[in-house]
Structures are given as C-alpha cells and as structure tokens.
C-alpha cells in the first residue's frame, strides 16, 4: 500500500482557510491537529485491514486518513456539507490511486464514493445528521471510530449502538467527564444515564487522555478515549425502551431513593417499592447503585405489575 501523508497543524489551516471554514460550537467542532494521537487512536480501536468503519464527524479529515492509512473502508458521516464536499477532495490528494466514483443525492442525505484502482469503496461520505441516519451505503461496518462532536457525543453514540448491531467495538474521543461517565462502574459518583445505557450495549473502559493542545481551536477541557466492546444485553422479558423508562426515571432526581424515583412511573411509591424488592433490589437504595441488569429486572416487575389490557370485545369498567 502506497505511503499515506497525514494532516499537520498548517495543513489543517490552510484548508480551514481555503473552505472558508471557521470552527463552531454550535457544531461542536474542535479539529484534530497532531498525526501521533490519529495513530494512537486507530492502535487502540484495533483497526484491521480491510474491515468496514464508520466515522461520525470527520471534519477536514485527520482521522479519515488514519484510518485510510491502517487499511480499512470509511464510511464517514457528516453533518456540515462544506466540510462534506472538502473530504472526497482532500482524501484524494493524500491516497495515492484513489478517484471519485460515484455522487448520489437523496431528500435527505448526500453521498459520495470514493474507490481504488480494483472498484473498491475506500471512502464513503454521508452529508447527513448522525442523529437521522438509519441505514448506511454499503457493507455494514464492524467498528465506531470518531472524535464525536462534543455536544452531541452520547446521543451519537447511543444511537448508534442501537442501529448498527453491525458495531462490534468503538473507539471515540469525548469530553474527559463524558469519558468517566459512560465508563462508570455502579457505586461511583459519576455513574448515571449514559453509565447504564452504555452498558446495556457494550464493555466501556477510558483508555487513555487526550491533552488541549491537540485540536484547533483548543477546547476548554481536556478530551479521553473510551473503548468500547460489543456484548450480549441483559436477558430480559422486556424492550429496551422499558428498560431505559426506567432508567431516566431513577436518575431524573439523583438523590431519591428508587420507591420515590420511580413513584411517576409506577403509579405509586408502594407499588414502585414492590417492583424494586421483586426484581432482588432494596428501595431505599438510589439508582446509582443499581446495574444494567437491575434496571431490567424492575422494567419486568413493573410491566408484570401493569393491568392487563382488555381483550376483544371486552368493555373496560
């Protein structure tokens, strides 16, 4: 495989300029400048050749080219289309052999394929918002590798995990407290939503900490890196949706203990307290220390306490 050069800060800059493209927060955007920490990145995502990966939020395209470099496909998401229609043109200027292929354009996405010598789609970018994509072009992709845009990071992720069971492992780049959150072990200060419903799709663990210094504009807070592997969720009788009410609802007010947290979705706080002491659980406890598992023990106890629906013919009282 020909040699790939990655971006350097002036680089960068200098395409940022030529676009006339100015970094927003609206968006999130914080791009990455330094090629050691794009490296470090698709080393510790596990990177194979030759497998399909999904990018959310390549920007001017640092990452897109790491990834490029240890041989995968990208399928790269973006929601700016000025940074979307720079891409194709960039990447082509740094893999040696690649050419557009084709261009297609729908009410609600734009796509472009880029492809060697042999046909093969080395990169597909998607002008759309992550947060609307339910299908993607192409073979599905086997990891998640992206420095997420800050504002929208968990919903992105979340998201993802849930429609693409393609997805057997992430590595994303997130705000160092959003890092510790979706890493969280039950127990801990800062387990709570994003802990759980991570956890109910896969293993996170923060695997390393991103310095300032590496991304243009520098943000105010440090970055990490969270690894995540796909596993099994919970075996349970219920949909997720149930199990994630819950959820939201034990963490709505922090402080209150389950028979109180979750009174409004039970109806009462005696019949939340007979959910919680049927799925094993004590309702003086709070629901940062409950686990995945919990959670979806008391989604069964409250769907089973639920009045059954009448049935045809049947005239409610």
Same mark, same amino acid.
């Given at each position: 495989?020909?040699?790939?050069?990655?971006?350097?800060?002036?680089?960068?800059?200098?395409?940022?300029?030529?676009?006339?493209?100015?970094?927003?927060?609206?968006?999130?955007?914080?791009?990455?400048?330094?090629?050691?920490?794009? +490296?470090?990145?698709? +080393?510790?995502?596990?990177?194979?050749?030759?497998?399909?990966?999904?990018?959310?939020?390549?920007?001017?395209?640092?990452?897109?080219? $790491?990834?490029?470099?240890? $041989? /995968?496909?990208?399928?790269?998401?973006?929601?700016?289309?000025?940074?979307?229609?720079?891409?194709?043109?960039?990447?082509?200027?740094?893999? #040696?052999?690649?050419?557009? $292929?084709?261009?297609?354009?729908?009410?609600?996405?734009?796509?472009?394929?880029?492809?060697?010598?042999?046909?093969?789609?080395?990169?597909?970018?998607?002008?759309?918002?992550? *947060?609307?994509?339910?299908? *993607?072009?192409?073979?599905?992709?086997?990891?998640?590798?992206?420095?997420?845009?800050?504002?929208?990071?968990?919903?992105? =992720?979340?998201?993802? *995990?849930?429609?693409?069971?393609?997805?057997?492992?992430?590595?994303?780049?997130?705000?160092?407290?959003? @890092?510790?959150?979706?890493?969280?072990?039950?127990?801990?200060?800062?387990?709570?939503?994003?802990?759980?419903?991570?956890?109910?799709? /896969?293993?996170?663990?923060?695997?390393?900490?991103?310095?300032?210094?590496? %991304?243009?504009?520098?943000?105010?807070?440090?970055?990490?890196?969270?690894?995540?592997?796909?596993?099994?969720?919970?075996?349970?009788?219920?949909?997720?949706?149930?199990?994630?009410?819950?959820?939201?609802?034990? %963490?709505?007010?922090?402080?209150?203990?389950?028979?109180? @947290?979750?009174?409004?979705?039970?109806?009462?706080?005696?019949?939340?307290?007979?959910?919680?002491?049927?799925?094993?659980?004590? #309702?003086? @406890?709070?629901?940062?220390?409950?686990?995945?598992?919990? %959670?979806?023990?008391?989604?069964?106890? =409250?769907?089973?306490?639920?009045? @059954?629906?009448?049935?045809? $013919?049947?005239?409610?009282?």
């Amino acid at each position: 495989m020909s040699a790939i050069a990655l971006l350097g800060p002036a680089e960068i800059r200098a395409l940022a300029e030529r676009a006339g493209v100015r970094p927003t927060k609206t968006l999130g955007q914080n791009f990455l400048l330094d090629a050691g920490t794009v +490296r470090k990145i698709v +080393r510790q995502a596990d990177v194979r050749a030759g497998e399909r990966v999904v990018e959310v939020g390549p920007g001017l395209g640092s990452l897109t080219l $790491g990834l490029l470099e240890a $041989g /995968a496909d990208v399928v790269a998401v973006e929601i700016d289309p000025v940074l979307a229609t720079l891409l194709p043109e960039t990447v082509a200027a740094h893999v #040696p052999g690649l050419t557009v $292929g084709d261009a297609t354009q729908d009410d609600v996405s734009r796509t472009v394929v880029l492809r060697d010598g042999d046909g093969r789609a080395r990169l597909t970018v998607v002008t759309q918002d992550a *947060l609307t994509v339910t299908a *993607l072009p192409g073979e599905p992709p086997s990891a998640l590798v992206a420095n997420l845009p800050y504002n929208v990071s968990v919903p992105v =992720l979340l998201t993802f *995990l849930e429609r693409f069971g393609s997805l057997e492992r992430g590595l994303v780049m997130v705000q160092a407290e959003v @890092a510790d959150r979706l890493a969280a072990p039950p127990g801990s200060r800062t387990y709570g939503v994003p802990s759980v419903k991570a956890a109910w799709y /896969a293993a996170a663990r923060r695997t390393a900490t991103v310095g300032r210094a590496v %991304f243009w504009p520098a943000p105010n807070v440090d970055s990490a890196l969270v690894r995540l592997d796909r596993r099994e969720p919970p075996t349970t009788t219920v949909a997720r949706t149930e199990v994630f009410a819950v959820v939201d609802a034990a %963490f709505a007010q922090r402080r209150k203990m389950l028979r109180s @947290a979750l009174a409004g979705l039970a109806g009462s706080s005696s019949a939340a307290e007979a959910a919680v002491r049927a799925a094993g659980l004590d #309702p003086q @406890a709070r629901g940062e220390q409950v686990d995945v598992a919990g %959670f979806a023990r008391i989604a069964e106890a =409250l769907v089973l306490a639920r009045p @059954a629906a009448p049935g045809p $013919g049947t005239v409610a009282p």
